[in-house]
């Protein structure tokens, strides 16, 4: 990654700024602040203050109307405001027009997700695709970010190409991108070559939204110490490990987690380490149950798939965080026939919907794991039968 000072500022104030479009509601639109809100914290920001506007069209100047850019600047005079952040991708020469009436550094959720990668990235692969991402963010952004680059205060958003780079031009940018895909294009060779040499096991990749549990439940079925934070990706490169379940074995893998909006250079940029979901023959598709929008979660997990041309592999629907579910929907004076009848409906509902193949689980309370193992290995059985019929060494 582009070698930048941690100039990272701990509790810097944001203000976040959302807006509800055609077909949205407001109470949708809370709820994608309650995420960048979540975002902005596992950046290292303090969010104080919400604006929201509804609006047919956004503002090309400024994206939001010029009533809402003056509230906005009222509220952040005399006050210790370090970043706004729009939860909707901005342009160049919006960002420097509103930076221009605000005063104050200014940021789109693109910006605070890489932002968010680049301080995740350990790896020279993560980082490399992660540079890779910044510089083709910026690159259509070039006219009117220049002094967007020039912040000098540091902070969130400013992990990217640092202050030696600002005077940058399209060409070297472009150079830069070149020589950086290039590079992964390399690393992509080294991990197909390792992908082969696994050999003819059959291979399982968990999948799922971000910080639904898919590195507890990595490390509970695999005896593992994957990073298992409650934060938005605390895992960027995939870890795959050999399990062995009743003599069979199989991989699995951690991936990196999906999220609404994530930018699509992102997901080109990690096309390596995304491969392994590609090259996977059973998905394990982590849900987070306990989330208010968790059907919406699953669909964006789905349509990425769709995307990346996986959505006709074999998928196991892993309802995870039964745990909180249940402290959430049930209270203390809830009748135990009428709880079980409530779990008995929602387990009917999601076999129905996914042609039984799910599994309700808590990774944290180890609820059900031998449910799950079954599903699993059942599935591994079914394809090394389907793979290798004359082989009944993987499935015995």
């Known amino acids: 990654m582009i070698d930048k000072k941690q100039i990272f500022q701990d509790e810097e ?21 309650d995420e960048l809100t979540f975002l902005a914290e596992t950046a290292g920001a303090k969010p104080i203050k919400r604006f929201m506007q509804k609006l047919a069209h956004p503002d090309s100047k400024t994206y939001v109307g010029k009533g809402k850019v003056e509230e906005i600047r009222q509220y952040i005079l005399g006050k ?22 605000l005063k104050v550094k200014t940021i789109d959720r693109s910006d605070l997700i890489l932002d968010i990668f680049a301080r995740r990235a350990k790896t020279a692969q993560a980082r490399a695709q992660v540079e890779l991402a910044q510089y083709q963010y910026i690159l259509p952004r070039l006219r009117g970010m220049w002094k967007h680059l020039e912040r000098l205060g540091g902070g969130i958003g400013t992990r990217g190409p640092g202050e030696s780079e600002i005077e940058t031009d399209r060409r070297i940018v472009r150079e830069k991108i070149t020589l950086l895909r290039k590079r992964l294009a390399e690393i992509d060779k080294q991990a197909q070559t390792q992908r082969k040499e696994r050999g003819e096991l059959i291979r399982v990749a968990l999948v799922g939204y971000t910080n639904v549990g898919k590195s507890t439940l990595m490390n509970t079925l695999t005896k593992s110490d994957v990073l298992a934070e409650n934060k938005l990706f605390a895992t960027l490169d995939t870890t795959t490990r050999k399990v062995v379940y009743e003599n069979t074995p199989f991989l699995l893998s951690d991936t990196v987690g999906f999220i609404r909006k994530l930018p699509h250079h992102l997901v080109e940029s990690f096309k390596s380490t995304l491969d392994e979901v590609k090259e996977s023959d059973i998905l394990l598709h982590v849900i987070d149950i306990s989330h208010p929008r968790y059907e919406e979660q699953m669909q964006v997990v789905q349509q990425t798939l769709t995307e990346m041309g996986c959505h006709e592999k074999p998928v ?28 008995e409906e929602l387990h009917g509902r999601w076999s129905q919907e996914t042609l039984g193949q799910c599994v309700f689980i808590s990774a944290t309370e180890r609820r059900n794991l031998d449910g799950l193992r079954n599903t699993i290995l059942d599935k591994v059985r079914d394809l090394y039968k389907i793979r290798y019929p004359y082989k009944t060494d993987f499935y015995y």
């Open 316 to 343: 196991i629907c892993i309802f995870n965080k039964m745990d909180r579910y249940e402290a959430l929907a049930f209270d203390e004076w809830l009748e135990p026939d009428v709880k079980e009848q409530m779990l």
């Open 13 to 33: 104030s944001a203000v976040l700024v959302g807006v509800v479009h055609k077909g949205q509601t407001d109470v949708q639109v809370t709820e994608y602040l």
């Open 80 to 101: 210790d405001v370090r970043v706004v952040i729009f939860d909707d991708e901005l342009t160049g020469a919006q960002i420097s027009n509103l930076e221009k009436e």
